[in-house]
């Protein structure tokens, strides 16, 4: 103040004026750069796990988004490399091989996604199994063949998920019975999409979604604001892009498991890929089971179990479990858990 008093017009060179066209200056090239740096959305997809992956990421910069989609898809293979049933180097090959003669140790990954696999199982009375793989495997989908009833009988035994034995102190999983067979198909795109956001946020990218086939993740909101919007797909429409119904997902995931997904008609009936466990054959009853959770690797496996599990012992399952699910009979009737309700948005026949 004092000094201004004394000198109240400055000259250009003095320190003051120096400094506030340096502080304009910067303000300017702020100014650009936030102009430059505007939050846009960039999107990838890559054939992945046997499905289409799509990674869309918000960022300011295209170099910074690149390479977060670039490493969030190596992590997408990477796994794919350490779970892939058909890949006989795959550490699910190997336990398949080896883990009835005698234990086999696992990566502390494989470990945890096969323990998460169990949990998933207990929680819906082993509607969920990835034992399913000795029947599962008789069913050829590409060729539309269905196995006949004396194989399926003879290779049911073999399907329980108590039978797989896991230590932890060896990280080692053993299977009971031989001709026992893990098929993580149910749960891996899920832990795939959970993954790849890990991936993304330690890169730095603040909103981002991830969609394994059917099993999506995200977090963050749009460049604009607004929440990602899921939509889900009419089980008897024209396509992927004919849906009933949208969701916002907010920091949250969701899977959908259809019989539309893998199938083939035979003798009238609808021979699809999602196995009840207790008959060998293709769940009846269900067409559609939606779930929404925090994590991706619950979404996809719950899917799965309510799919098979009925409606009603579906929407039990979600209601023990705090999480929301929608479900649609082979009428076409929707079901869902009280909380989903006012929270989707129908554009094909109300409930
Ligand atoms: P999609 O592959 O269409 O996304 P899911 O996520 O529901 O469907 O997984 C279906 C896959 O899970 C099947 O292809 C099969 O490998 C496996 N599977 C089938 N039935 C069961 C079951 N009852 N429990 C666990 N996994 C199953
Ligand atoms: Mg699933």
């Known amino acids: 103040m004092q000094s201004r008093s004394r000198n109240p017009r400055p000259d250009p060179g003095s320190l003051p004026m120096r400094l506030t066209s340096a502080l304009l200056g910067l303000l300017v090239i702020l100014v650009s750069s936030c102009e430059l740096r505007k939050e846009?959305?960039?999107r990838r997809s890559e054939f992945l796990m046997d499905t289409i992956v799509t990674i869309t990421v918000v960022s300011g910069s295209k170099g910074k988004a690149d390479e977060a989609i670039g490493k969030a898809f190596g992590e997408l293979e990477r796994l794919e490399g350490l779970l892939d049933f058909f890949s006989p180097a795959s550490e699910i090959s190997?336990?398949?091989?080896?883990a009835s003669a005698a234990p086999v140790r696992v990566s502390q990954e494989t470990f945890d996604l096969l323990e998460r696999a169990l949990e998933v199982s207990e929680k819906t009375d082993g509607a969920f199994d990835i034992t399913v793989g000795a029947v599962v495997s008789l069913y050829d989908f590409q060729g539309k063949k269905s196995p006949p009833a004396g194989l399926i009988r003879e290779r049911l035994p073999l399907v329980d998920y108590r039978n797989v034995i896991l230590d932890r102190e060896t990280m080692t999983v053993k299977l009971a019975r031989e001709g026992m067979l893990i098929d993580p198909g149910g749960i891996t795109k899920g832990y795939a999409a959970d993954r790849a956001v890990e991936v993304l946020r330690s890169e730095g990218i603040r909103a981002a979604l991830v969609a394994v086939a059917g099993d999506i993740r995200g977090y963050g909101s749009k460049p604009d604001g607004s929440p990602w919007r899921i939509g889900i797909r009419d089980p008897r429409g024209k396509g992927r892009e004919d849906v009933i119904a949208t969701v916002e997902l907010k920091d949250m995931a969701i899977s959908t498991s259809?019989?539309?997904?893998?199938?083939?008609?035979?003798?009238?009936?609808?021979?699809?890929h999602l196995i009840d466990p207790r008959t060998g054959y293709p769940a009846r009853g269900v067409i559609s089971a939606t779930v929404l959770a925090p994590l991706a690797v619950y979404t996809d496996s719950l899917a799965t179990a309510l799919f098979i599990s009925g409606v009603e012992r579906g929407l039990e399952i979600a209601e023990t479990l705090g999480f929301d699910a929608l479900i649609i009979d082979d009428e076409g009737g929707y079901h869902m858990t009280e909380s989903l309700r006012g929270r989707v948005e129908f554009t094909k026949g109300a409930v």
């Open 94 to 98: 190997e336990i398949n091989r080896e």
């Open 40 to 42: 846009r959305m960039f």
């Open 258 to 272: 259809g019989d539309y997904e893998r199938f083939f008609i035979q003798d009238g009936k609808r021979i699809h």
